[in-house]
């Protein structure tokens, strides 16, 4: 892709331009939604139960996330849970067009909050994987998925953050969007891993007790890389300006946006809602 050519813009040329950028807007319009609903879990289930005062009930999802007495532990957990949130909150603000045009300073403020909550974010994921046993992370495999799913977001972050600087801006607006699918690679391993137990009508591939096995090492992997290879499907058939590639490309994200429904509902009706009532 050119520098001056847009970054999965909205208005594309020709029947299969238009349609590729009207599927593109639908996906991600979906998955704001639906980080919108992870964002509400969150609080709903982690902060109310800070706000009583009872942390040791996050131990129901994270087992021994919460250790009495380990204070910088229990920090960096809580840390962590905080800026998912705001991290989560605001990549939908930085993607909203009307903001960066209506509103620039405040795109530009919102956007260096939103570099700062990834770094804190990818930094505090590491510690945790690394250094804090019993958080429901899974074996080495699972470890080393999430591990660069944290570098991708500091490099990223990085890349962007340079681009903006040079005001190389159609560059920067990729890395933003690799940075936004990155960040979101907690929520892409839920709802894959419940549209996986949907499809199968339970846990197949891994251990449930364990929570080891090939298909969550697999997973650790695909919540950064698929949704990175996808995007770089749609920019390329963007740039081509070839209908067949446009049509392609809009094929595959048609069945993904599918795929993505699937996973938030099975997510939210067997992971979120319950521990919210």
Avoid at 159 to 169: N, T
Avoid at 244 to 267: N, P, Y
Wanted: net charge positive.
């Amino acid at each position: 892709m050119t520098s001056h050519s847009p970054a999965l813009a909205w208005l594309g040329t020709g029947l299969a331009g238009r349609t590729l950028a009207r599927v593109s807007a639908a996906w991600l319009l979906l998955a704001l939604l639906g980080q919108l609903v992870f964002v509400i879990y969150v609080l709903g289930f982690y902060g109310r139960h800070a706000l009583a005062g009872q942390p040791e009930l996050w131990n129901q999802v994270l087992p021994h996330g919460w250790r009495a007495g380990h204070t910088w532990g229990n920090s960096v957990l809580a840390g962590h849970l905080l800026f998912t949130i705001t991290i989560l909150l605001g990549g939908g603000l930085q993607l909203w067009p009307r903001l960066r045009h209506k509103a620039p300073g405040l795109h530009r403020w919102n956007g260096r909050f939103y570099l700062l909550s990834a770094l804190i974010l990818s930094l505090g994921g590491l510690l945790m994987v690394w250094t804090r046993e019993g958080v429901g992370l899974g074996g080495l495999g699972q470890h080393l998925g999430i591990s660069l799913n944290a570098l991708f977001i500091l490099v990223f972050a990085w890349l962007g953050w340079r681009a903006a600087r040079q005001r190389r801006m159609a560059e920067h607006r990729r890395w933003m969007l690799r940075l936004f699918l990155v960040v979101g690679g907690v929520w892409f391993f839920r709802i894959g891993l419940m549209l996986w137990l949907v499809v199968n009508q339970g846990p197949v591939g891994f251990d449930p007790k364990t929570f080891e096995g090939p298909f969550l090492t697999f997973l650790s992997f695909a919540q950064t890389l698929l949704p990175l290879a996808v995007l770089q499907g749609v920019l390329w058939a963007q740039a081509s300006q070839r209908p067949a590639q446009q049509w392609a490309a809009s094929a595959t994200l048609a069945l993904l946006l599918l795929a993505t429904a699937g996973g938030i509902a099975a997510a939210s009706a067997l992971m979120w809602w319950p521990r919210l009532v």
